[in-house]
Protein backbone atom coordinates (compact mmCIF):
# COMPACT_ATOMS: atom_id res chain seq x y z
CA UNK A 1 0.00 0.00 0.00
CA UNK A 2 1.05 3.33 -1.37
CA UNK A 3 4.50 1.58 -1.48
CA UNK A 4 6.03 3.90 -4.01
CA UNK A 5 5.02 7.19 -3.00
CA UNK A 6 6.10 6.24 0.75
CA UNK A 7 10.01 4.88 -0.24
CA UNK A 8 10.37 8.16 -2.23
CA UNK A 9 9.15 10.37 0.34
CA UNK A 10 11.58 8.36 2.53
CA UNK A 11 13.85 8.82 0.19
CA UNK A 12 13.82 13.12 -0.10
CA UNK A 13 13.00 13.08 3.60
CA UNK A 14 15.94 10.69 4.27
CA UNK A 15 18.12 13.02 2.02
CA UNK A 16 16.91 15.94 3.74
CA UNK A 17 17.89 15.10 6.86
CA UNK A 18 22.03 15.02 6.22
CA UNK A 19 21.68 18.26 5.71
CA UNK A 20 22.39 20.71 8.00
CA UNK A 21 21.32 24.02 7.07
CA UNK A 22 18.26 24.58 4.56
CA UNK A 23 19.64 26.95 1.90
CA UNK A 24 17.16 28.31 -1.44
CA UNK A 25 19.29 25.77 -3.46
CA UNK A 26 18.27 22.69 -1.30
CA UNK A 27 14.72 23.54 -0.76
CA UNK A 28 14.60 24.13 -4.59
CA UNK A 29 16.01 20.85 -5.08
CA UNK A 30 13.97 18.84 -2.15
CA UNK A 31 10.95 20.56 -3.87
CA UNK A 32 11.58 19.21 -6.96
CA UNK A 33 12.33 15.82 -5.72
CA UNK A 34 9.10 15.60 -3.71
CA UNK A 35 7.19 16.76 -7.06
CA UNK A 36 8.60 14.17 -8.87
CA UNK A 37 7.50 11.38 -6.35
CA UNK A 38 4.20 12.71 -6.31
CA UNK A 39 3.68 12.72 -10.09
CA UNK A 40 5.33 9.19 -10.51
CA UNK A 41 2.93 8.52 -7.39
CA UNK A 42 -0.33 9.36 -10.04
CA UNK A 43 -1.09 12.37 -7.90
CA UNK A 44 -2.82 14.79 -10.41
CA UNK A 45 -0.76 17.43 -11.66
CA UNK A 46 -3.53 19.79 -9.90
CA UNK A 47 -3.02 18.79 -6.33
CA UNK A 48 0.75 18.22 -6.70
CA UNK A 49 0.73 22.51 -8.02
CA UNK A 50 -1.23 23.08 -4.66
CA UNK A 51 0.46 20.68 -2.37
CA UNK A 52 4.21 22.34 -3.07
CA UNK A 53 2.76 25.59 -3.52
CA UNK A 54 1.92 24.93 -0.12
CA UNK A 55 4.82 23.43 1.31
CA UNK A 56 6.79 26.31 0.10
CA UNK A 57 5.12 29.25 1.78
CA UNK A 58 5.15 27.34 4.90
CA UNK A 59 8.57 26.95 4.75
CA UNK A 60 10.20 30.37 3.45
CA UNK A 61 7.19 31.87 6.84
CA UNK A 62 9.46 28.84 8.92
CA UNK A 63 13.00 29.98 8.12
CA UNK A 64 12.62 33.87 9.18
CA UNK A 65 11.51 32.41 12.77
CA UNK A 66 13.51 29.55 13.26
CA UNK A 67 16.95 28.29 11.06
CA UNK A 68 17.37 25.21 13.43
CA UNK A 69 17.51 21.85 11.69
CA UNK A 70 15.72 22.89 8.38
CA UNK A 71 15.54 19.28 7.18
CA UNK A 72 13.12 18.34 10.41
CA UNK A 73 11.15 21.36 10.06
CA UNK A 74 10.59 20.34 6.30
CA UNK A 75 9.74 17.11 6.83
CA UNK A 76 6.92 18.35 9.22
CA UNK A 77 5.51 20.74 6.81
CA UNK A 78 5.25 17.50 4.47
CA UNK A 79 3.62 15.54 6.96
CA UNK A 80 1.61 18.09 8.43
CA UNK A 81 0.43 19.09 4.38
CA UNK A 82 -0.39 15.23 3.83
CA UNK A 83 -2.25 14.91 6.36
CA UNK A 84 -4.33 17.87 5.58
CA UNK A 85 -4.61 16.99 2.32
CA UNK A 86 -6.10 13.77 3.41
CA UNK A 87 -8.46 15.33 5.71
CA UNK A 88 -6.90 16.88 8.38
CA UNK A 89 -6.03 15.61 12.05
CA UNK A 90 -8.72 13.94 13.96
CA UNK A 91 -11.64 14.05 10.98
CA UNK A 92 -11.76 10.01 10.93
CA UNK A 93 -15.55 10.05 9.51
CA UNK A 94 -17.67 7.29 11.28
CA UNK A 95 -20.81 6.45 10.09
CA UNK A 96 -23.35 4.83 12.11
CA UNK A 97 -26.48 3.75 9.17
CA UNK A 98 -29.79 4.88 10.31
CA UNK A 99 -32.68 2.10 10.10
CA UNK A 100 -34.33 1.92 8.29
CA UNK A 101 -32.09 3.04 5.24
CA UNK A 102 -31.27 2.21 1.40
CA UNK A 103 -27.53 2.61 0.62
CA UNK A 104 -26.82 2.79 -2.56
CA UNK A 105 -23.08 2.04 -4.14
CA UNK A 106 -21.84 2.92 -7.39
CA UNK A 107 -18.33 3.25 -9.15
CA UNK A 108 -17.21 2.20 -12.72
CA UNK A 109 -16.63 -1.43 -13.57
CA UNK A 110 -13.93 -3.79 -12.10
CA UNK A 111 -14.14 -0.83 -9.05
CA UNK A 112 -15.22 -3.30 -6.65
CA UNK A 113 -18.59 -2.67 -5.80
CA UNK A 114 -20.05 -5.55 -5.33
CA UNK A 115 -17.59 -6.77 -2.95
CA UNK A 116 -17.62 -3.68 -1.21
CA UNK A 117 -21.31 -3.74 -0.72
CA UNK A 118 -20.43 -7.51 1.25
CA UNK A 119 -17.99 -5.57 3.03
CA UNK A 120 -20.50 -2.93 4.84
CA UNK A 121 -23.22 -5.80 5.33
CA UNK A 122 -20.13 -7.63 6.82
CA UNK A 123 -19.62 -4.68 9.36
CA UNK A 124 -22.80 -3.41 9.93
CA UNK A 125 -23.39 -7.05 11.03
CA UNK A 126 -20.15 -7.02 13.09
CA UNK A 127 -20.69 -3.41 14.82
CA UNK A 128 -24.30 -4.78 15.90
CA UNK A 129 -22.87 -7.94 17.01
CA UNK A 130 -20.85 -6.23 19.06
CA UNK A 131 -23.52 -4.97 20.48
CA UNK A 132 -25.52 -8.09 20.96
CA UNK A 133 -27.52 -7.23 18.17
CA UNK A 134 -27.89 -8.55 14.73
CA UNK A 135 -29.16 -6.48 11.64
CA UNK A 136 -31.82 -7.34 8.94
CA UNK A 137 -29.84 -6.79 5.84
CA UNK A 138 -31.17 -6.62 2.05
CA UNK A 139 -28.96 -6.53 -0.47
CA UNK A 140 -30.25 -6.13 -4.41
CA UNK A 141 -28.47 -5.95 -7.38
CA UNK A 142 -29.53 -4.11 -10.64
CA UNK A 143 -26.60 -4.71 -12.58
CA UNK A 144 -27.69 -6.37 -15.87
CA UNK A 145 -24.75 -5.54 -17.72
CA UNK A 146 -22.46 -8.15 -16.67
CA UNK A 147 -24.04 -11.58 -16.72
CA UNK A 148 -22.53 -12.95 -13.63
CA UNK A 149 -22.75 -9.59 -11.40
CA UNK A 150 -26.17 -10.80 -9.87
CA UNK A 151 -25.17 -14.41 -8.63
CA UNK A 152 -22.02 -12.93 -7.35
CA UNK A 153 -23.77 -11.17 -5.41
CA UNK A 154 -26.47 -13.65 -3.98
CA UNK A 155 -23.24 -15.73 -2.88
CA UNK A 156 -21.75 -12.80 -1.15
CA UNK A 157 -25.04 -12.39 0.76
CA UNK A 158 -25.05 -16.16 2.63
CA UNK A 159 -21.23 -15.46 3.05
CA UNK A 160 -22.52 -12.39 5.73
CA UNK A 161 -25.79 -13.29 6.74
CA UNK A 162 -27.76 -11.02 4.67
CA UNK A 163 -30.49 -11.43 2.78
CA UNK A 164 -30.78 -11.49 -1.26
CA UNK A 165 -33.37 -10.65 -3.15
CA UNK A 166 -33.51 -10.72 -6.84
CA UNK A 167 -35.80 -8.92 -8.90
CA UNK A 168 -37.76 -10.15 -11.63
CA UNK A 169 -37.80 -7.60 -13.70
CA UNK A 170 -34.40 -6.89 -15.57
CA UNK A 171 -35.10 -2.82 -16.64
CA UNK A 172 -32.53 -1.71 -14.14
CA UNK A 173 -35.07 0.92 -12.88
CA UNK A 174 -38.34 -1.10 -12.82
CA UNK A 175 -35.86 -4.11 -10.87
CA UNK A 176 -34.15 -0.95 -8.55
CA UNK A 177 -38.51 -0.11 -7.63
CA UNK A 178 -38.87 -3.88 -7.13
CA UNK A 179 -36.26 -4.65 -4.92
CA UNK A 180 -37.26 -1.18 -2.87
CA UNK A 181 -40.87 -2.37 -1.91
CA UNK A 182 -39.43 -5.67 -1.19
CA UNK A 183 -37.14 -3.83 1.55
CA UNK A 184 -40.09 -1.71 2.71
CA UNK A 185 -42.69 -4.45 2.83
CA UNK A 186 -40.45 -6.75 4.87
CA UNK A 187 -39.38 -5.00 7.78
CA UNK A 188 -35.50 -4.49 6.44
CA UNK A 189 -33.34 -2.30 8.54
CA UNK A 190 -30.86 -2.05 5.35
CA UNK A 191 -30.63 -2.23 1.95
CA UNK A 192 -27.46 -2.45 0.27
CA UNK A 193 -28.31 -1.83 -3.67
CA UNK A 194 -25.37 -2.95 -5.88
CA UNK A 195 -25.30 -1.23 -9.71
CA UNK A 196 -24.03 -1.81 -12.84
CA UNK A 197 -20.60 -0.64 -13.72
CA UNK A 198 -19.26 0.93 -17.18
CA UNK A 199 -15.36 0.93 -18.39
CA UNK A 200 -15.70 4.47 -18.34
CA UNK A 201 -18.05 7.16 -17.74
CA UNK A 202 -21.05 6.67 -19.74
CA UNK A 203 -24.50 8.78 -20.09
CA UNK A 204 -26.46 5.95 -20.72
CA UNK A 205 -25.45 5.00 -16.88
CA UNK A 206 -25.26 8.17 -15.31
CA UNK A 207 -28.76 8.53 -16.51
CA UNK A 208 -30.05 5.16 -15.85
CA UNK A 209 -28.36 5.91 -11.88
CA UNK A 210 -30.26 9.56 -11.63
CA UNK A 211 -33.67 8.01 -12.59
CA UNK A 212 -32.50 5.08 -9.94
CA UNK A 213 -31.75 7.49 -7.55
CA UNK A 214 -35.02 9.39 -8.00
CA UNK A 215 -36.98 6.58 -7.38
CA UNK A 216 -35.47 4.60 -4.31
CA UNK A 217 -34.33 7.77 -2.36
CA UNK A 218 -30.94 5.96 -0.77
CA UNK A 219 -30.42 7.84 2.37
CA UNK A 220 -26.44 7.48 1.35
CA UNK A 221 -24.66 7.13 -1.42
CA UNK A 222 -21.00 5.43 -1.76
CA UNK A 223 -18.88 5.84 -4.65
CA UNK A 224 -16.21 2.92 -5.02
CA UNK A 225 -12.82 4.06 -6.22
CA UNK A 226 -10.33 1.42 -7.08
CA UNK A 227 -7.00 2.61 -5.57
CA UNK A 228 -5.21 1.31 -8.46
CA UNK A 229 -6.43 3.88 -10.79
CA UNK A 230 -4.08 6.90 -10.30
CA UNK A 231 -5.70 9.78 -12.07
CA UNK A 232 -8.20 8.61 -13.97
CA UNK A 233 -9.62 8.36 -10.39
CA UNK A 234 -10.11 11.92 -9.98
CA UNK A 235 -12.06 12.32 -13.48
CA UNK A 236 -14.22 9.45 -12.37
CA UNK A 237 -15.11 10.77 -9.09
CA UNK A 238 -15.79 14.02 -10.25
CA UNK A 239 -18.39 13.02 -13.29
CA UNK A 240 -20.03 10.92 -10.73
CA UNK A 241 -20.57 13.94 -8.41
CA UNK A 242 -21.89 16.16 -11.14
CA UNK A 243 -24.52 13.75 -12.50
CA UNK A 244 -25.39 12.01 -9.32
CA UNK A 245 -23.44 13.53 -6.59
CA UNK A 246 -22.72 11.03 -3.37
CA UNK A 247 -21.82 11.50 0.11
CA UNK A 248 -18.81 8.86 0.74
CA UNK A 249 -16.18 7.41 -1.02
CA UNK A 250 -14.65 4.06 -0.17
CA UNK A 251 -10.89 2.71 -1.71
CA UNK A 252 -11.02 -0.57 -2.67
CA UNK A 253 -7.61 -2.56 -3.41
CA UNK A 254 -5.36 -0.82 -1.31
CA UNK A 255 -3.90 -3.51 -0.37
CA UNK A 256 -2.40 -3.47 -3.97
CA UNK A 257 0.90 -2.10 -5.07
CA UNK A 258 -1.18 1.10 -5.42
CA UNK A 259 0.89 4.17 -5.98
CA UNK A 260 -1.59 6.11 -3.55
CA UNK A 261 -2.38 8.84 -5.71
CA UNK A 262 -5.81 8.27 -5.98
CA UNK A 263 -6.89 8.80 -2.33
CA UNK A 264 -4.76 12.07 -2.09
CA UNK A 265 -6.38 13.47 -5.15
CA UNK A 266 -9.34 12.62 -4.16
CA UNK A 267 -9.97 13.83 -0.73
CA UNK A 268 -8.42 17.20 -1.68
CA UNK A 269 -9.83 18.11 -4.60
CA UNK A 270 -13.85 16.94 -3.75
CA UNK A 271 -13.72 17.44 -0.19
CA UNK A 272 -15.60 14.58 0.37
CA UNK A 273 -14.71 11.67 3.20
CA UNK A 274 -13.58 8.72 2.48
CA UNK A 275 -14.92 6.11 4.95
CA UNK A 276 -13.80 3.18 4.36
CA UNK A 277 -10.80 1.45 2.21
CA UNK A 278 -10.89 -1.86 1.21
CA UNK A 279 -7.70 -4.30 1.89
CA UNK A 280 -8.46 -7.85 0.15
CA UNK A 281 -11.43 -9.33 -1.14
CA UNK A 282 -12.75 -11.07 2.01
CA UNK A 283 -16.10 -9.13 3.64
CA UNK A 284 -13.99 -8.79 6.51
CA UNK A 285 -11.37 -7.04 4.83
CA UNK A 286 -12.57 -3.42 5.26
CA UNK A 287 -10.83 -0.83 7.27
CA UNK A 288 -11.88 2.70 8.73
CA UNK A 289 -10.11 5.53 6.67
CA UNK A 290 -7.90 7.62 9.35
CA UNK A 291 -5.63 10.63 7.86
CA UNK A 292 -3.07 10.43 10.42
CA UNK A 293 -2.71 6.82 9.72
CA UNK A 294 -2.57 7.01 5.79
CA UNK A 295 -0.12 10.14 6.32
CA UNK A 296 2.56 7.57 8.51
CA UNK A 297 1.92 4.82 6.03
CA UNK A 298 2.56 7.44 3.18
CA UNK A 299 5.64 9.19 4.65
CA UNK A 300 6.85 5.60 5.31
CA UNK A 301 6.85 5.19 8.95
CA UNK A 302 4.61 2.29 9.41
CA UNK A 303 1.69 1.75 11.34
CA UNK A 304 1.54 -0.15 14.50
CA UNK A 305 -1.37 1.34 15.40
CA UNK A 306 -3.66 0.10 13.39
CA UNK A 307 -1.56 -3.50 13.70
CA UNK A 308 -2.28 -2.51 17.74
CA UNK A 309 -5.58 -2.73 17.05
CA UNK A 310 -5.97 -5.38 14.78
CA UNK A 311 -4.70 -7.66 17.46
CA UNK A 312 -6.90 -6.36 20.07
CA UNK A 313 -9.99 -7.04 17.92
CA UNK A 314 -9.12 -10.38 16.68
CA UNK A 315 -7.21 -11.77 20.05
CA UNK A 316 -8.92 -11.37 23.35
CA UNK A 317 -7.18 -10.15 26.33
CA UNK A 318 -6.77 -12.94 28.49
CA UNK A 319 -5.02 -14.33 25.16
CA UNK A 320 -2.44 -11.75 24.62
CA UNK A 321 -1.87 -11.31 28.48
CA UNK A 322 -0.81 -15.17 28.85
CA UNK A 323 0.80 -15.15 25.95
CA UNK A 324 2.90 -12.03 26.96
CA UNK A 325 3.17 -13.80 30.38
CA UNK A 326 4.63 -16.96 29.15
CA UNK A 327 7.11 -15.02 26.77
CA UNK A 328 7.98 -12.83 30.12
CA UNK A 329 7.97 -15.43 32.52
CA UNK A 330 10.66 -17.40 30.00
CA UNK A 331 7.97 -20.97 29.88
CA UNK A 332 7.92 -20.84 26.70
CA UNK A 333 6.81 -24.15 24.91
CA UNK A 334 6.39 -25.20 21.67
CA UNK A 335 2.77 -25.61 22.50
CA UNK A 336 2.56 -21.71 22.98
CA UNK A 337 4.87 -20.83 20.04
CA UNK A 338 2.47 -23.50 17.95
CA UNK A 339 -0.79 -20.74 19.23
CA UNK A 340 1.23 -18.31 18.73
CA UNK A 341 1.34 -18.86 14.73
CA UNK A 342 -2.36 -18.86 15.43
CA UNK A 343 -2.56 -15.85 16.58
CA UNK A 344 -0.70 -14.52 13.92
CA UNK A 345 -2.81 -16.65 11.68
CA UNK A 346 -6.04 -15.03 13.05
CA UNK A 347 -4.75 -11.61 12.06
CA UNK A 348 -4.82 -12.14 8.04
CA UNK A 349 -1.77 -12.87 6.00
CA UNK A 350 1.89 -11.86 6.72
CA UNK A 351 1.56 -9.48 3.92
CA UNK A 352 -0.85 -7.68 5.89
CA UNK A 353 1.07 -7.52 8.73
CA UNK A 354 4.17 -6.65 8.02
CA UNK A 355 2.66 -3.83 5.86
CA UNK A 356 1.85 -1.75 9.41
CA UNK A 357 5.30 -2.30 10.23
CA UNK A 358 8.27 0.23 9.87
CA UNK A 359 10.89 -1.19 7.33
CA UNK A 360 9.15 -4.06 6.70
CA UNK A 361 6.67 -2.74 3.71
CA UNK A 362 9.21 -4.06 1.20
CA UNK A 363 9.45 -7.62 1.79
CA UNK A 364 8.49 -9.27 -1.96
CA UNK A 365 5.50 -11.38 -1.75
CA UNK A 366 7.39 -14.39 -2.55
CA UNK A 367 9.15 -14.05 0.95
CA UNK A 368 5.99 -13.34 2.77
CA UNK A 369 4.61 -16.29 0.89
CA UNK A 370 7.44 -18.30 2.53
CA UNK A 371 6.85 -17.12 5.93
CA UNK A 372 3.26 -18.05 5.69
CA UNK A 373 3.64 -21.88 4.44
CA UNK A 374 6.26 -22.44 6.91
CA UNK A 375 4.02 -20.95 9.61
CA UNK A 376 1.57 -23.68 8.40
CA UNK A 377 4.60 -26.34 8.34
CA UNK A 378 5.58 -25.42 11.76
CA UNK A 379 1.99 -25.55 12.92
CA UNK A 380 1.28 -29.14 11.55
CA UNK A 381 4.03 -30.71 12.92
CA UNK A 382 3.79 -29.30 16.62
CA UNK A 383 0.60 -30.89 16.19
CA UNK A 384 1.82 -34.55 15.74
CA UNK A 385 3.93 -34.15 18.65
CA UNK A 386 2.69 -35.47 22.12
CA UNK A 387 1.90 -33.34 24.96
CA UNK A 388 5.06 -34.04 26.85
CA UNK A 389 7.60 -32.86 23.47
CA UNK A 390 5.70 -29.91 23.31
CA UNK A 391 6.28 -28.78 27.04
CA UNK A 392 9.83 -30.21 26.94
CA UNK A 393 11.37 -29.60 23.69
CA UNK A 394 15.19 -31.14 24.71
CA UNK A 395 13.31 -34.67 25.06
CA UNK A 396 13.04 -34.81 20.93
CA UNK A 397 15.50 -37.32 19.93
CA UNK A 398 16.37 -38.26 16.69
CA UNK A 399 14.05 -40.95 16.36
CA UNK A 400 11.18 -38.55 17.74
CA UNK A 401 12.03 -36.67 14.90
CA UNK A 402 11.58 -39.19 12.57
CA UNK A 403 8.20 -40.28 14.18
CA UNK A 404 7.13 -36.70 14.16
CA UNK A 405 8.32 -35.81 10.63
CA UNK A 406 6.32 -39.02 9.58
CA UNK A 407 3.13 -38.18 11.02
CA UNK A 408 3.10 -34.19 9.46
CA UNK A 409 4.21 -35.49 6.15
CA UNK A 410 7.45 -33.34 6.24
CA UNK A 411 10.93 -34.39 6.40
CA UNK A 412 13.01 -34.40 9.40
CA UNK A 413 14.97 -31.32 8.14
CA UNK A 414 12.21 -29.84 8.40
CA UNK A 415 11.26 -30.86 12.45
CA UNK A 416 14.92 -29.78 12.75
CA UNK A 417 13.93 -26.22 10.97
CA UNK A 418 10.97 -25.91 13.63
CA UNK A 419 13.32 -26.49 16.60
CA UNK A 420 15.30 -24.39 15.65
CA UNK A 421 13.38 -21.67 14.96
CA UNK A 422 11.82 -22.32 18.36
CA UNK A 423 15.07 -21.88 20.36
CA UNK A 424 15.74 -18.51 18.42
CA UNK A 425 12.26 -16.92 19.11
CA UNK A 426 12.98 -18.38 22.96
CA UNK A 427 15.99 -16.00 22.32
CA UNK A 428 14.24 -13.32 20.97
CA UNK A 429 11.99 -13.57 23.84
CA UNK A 430 14.66 -13.08 26.13
CA UNK A 431 15.91 -9.72 24.53
CA UNK A 432 12.52 -8.21 24.33
CA UNK A 433 12.56 -9.47 28.05
CA UNK A 434 15.45 -7.31 28.57
CA UNK A 435 14.47 -4.30 26.80
CA UNK A 436 11.13 -4.03 27.97
CA UNK A 437 9.47 -4.16 24.51
CA UNK A 438 6.80 -6.77 24.55
CA UNK A 439 5.53 -4.60 27.76
CA UNK A 440 5.32 -1.29 25.99
CA UNK A 441 3.52 -3.33 22.80
CA UNK A 442 1.00 -5.34 24.96
CA UNK A 443 0.63 -3.18 27.78
N1 LIG B 1 -7.16 -7.28 -3.40
C1 LIG B 1 -8.35 -6.71 -3.42
N2 LIG B 1 -9.22 -7.07 -4.36
C2 LIG B 1 -10.43 -6.47 -4.37
C3 LIG B 1 -10.79 -5.50 -3.40
N3 LIG B 1 -12.05 -5.10 -3.68
C4 LIG B 1 -12.44 -5.80 -4.76
N4 LIG B 1 -11.46 -6.62 -5.20
C5 LIG B 1 -11.47 -7.53 -6.34
O1 LIG B 1 -11.66 -6.78 -7.52
C6 LIG B 1 -12.46 -7.48 -8.44
C7 LIG B 1 -13.67 -6.65 -8.83
O2 LIG B 1 -14.50 -6.47 -7.69
P1 LIG B 1 -16.07 -6.40 -7.78
O3 LIG B 1 -16.58 -6.16 -6.41
O4 LIG B 1 -16.63 -7.52 -8.55
O5 LIG B 1 -16.20 -5.07 -8.63
P2 LIG B 1 -17.50 -4.39 -9.23
O6 LIG B 1 -17.30 -2.94 -9.16
O7 LIG B 1 -18.71 -4.94 -8.59
O8 LIG B 1 -17.40 -4.88 -10.74
P3 LIG B 1 -18.57 -4.91 -11.86
O9 LIG B 1 -19.74 -5.54 -11.18
O10 LIG B 1 -18.00 -5.75 -12.94
O11 LIG B 1 -18.80 -3.52 -12.28
C8 LIG B 1 -12.84 -8.78 -7.76
O12 LIG B 1 -11.97 -9.78 -8.20
C9 LIG B 1 -12.63 -8.49 -6.29
O13 LIG B 1 -12.33 -9.65 -5.56
C10 LIG B 1 -9.82 -5.13 -2.39
O14 LIG B 1 -10.04 -4.28 -1.52
N5 LIG B 1 -8.64 -5.78 -2.46
MG1 LIG C 1 -20.40 -5.82 -9.37
Known sequence: MFNFLSEKFSGVLGWLKDKGRLTDENLRDATTQVRTALLEADVPLEV?????????????????????NPGQQLIKVV???????LGGKNTTPSISFQIPSVIMVMGLQGSGKTTTIAKLAYYMQDQAKKRGKSRRILLGSVDFYRPAAIDQLEILAKQ??????????????????????????????HLLLDTAGRLHIDTTMME????????????????ILDAMTGQESLTVAKAFDAAIGFDYAALSKMDSDTRGGAAFGFRYVLKKPIVFVGIGEKP??????????????????????????????????????SMTQKMLGG???????????????????LQKITRY???????????????????????????????????????????RRRRIAAGSGVTVQEVNQLLQRFEQSKEMMKMFKKSGMMRKFFK
Not at 208 to 223: C, D, G, N, S
Not at 331 to 349: E, I
Request: glycine fraction near 4%; avoid cysteine; charge should be negative.
Open 48 to 68: VEDFLAQVQQEMIGRKIHDSL
Open 160 to 189: VGATFYRATSTDPVKAAQEIHEHFKQNNFE
Open 79 to 85: HDKVLDF
Open 284 to 321: EDLEAFIPERMTTRILGMGDIMTLIEKATDQISEQEQV
Open 357 to 399: LPGMNNLSPEVMEKGQSEMKRFRAIISSMTKKEKLVPSIIDAS
Open 208 to 223: ELKIITAKVQPKYKFL
Open 331 to 349: HFTLKDFADQMGMLDRLGS
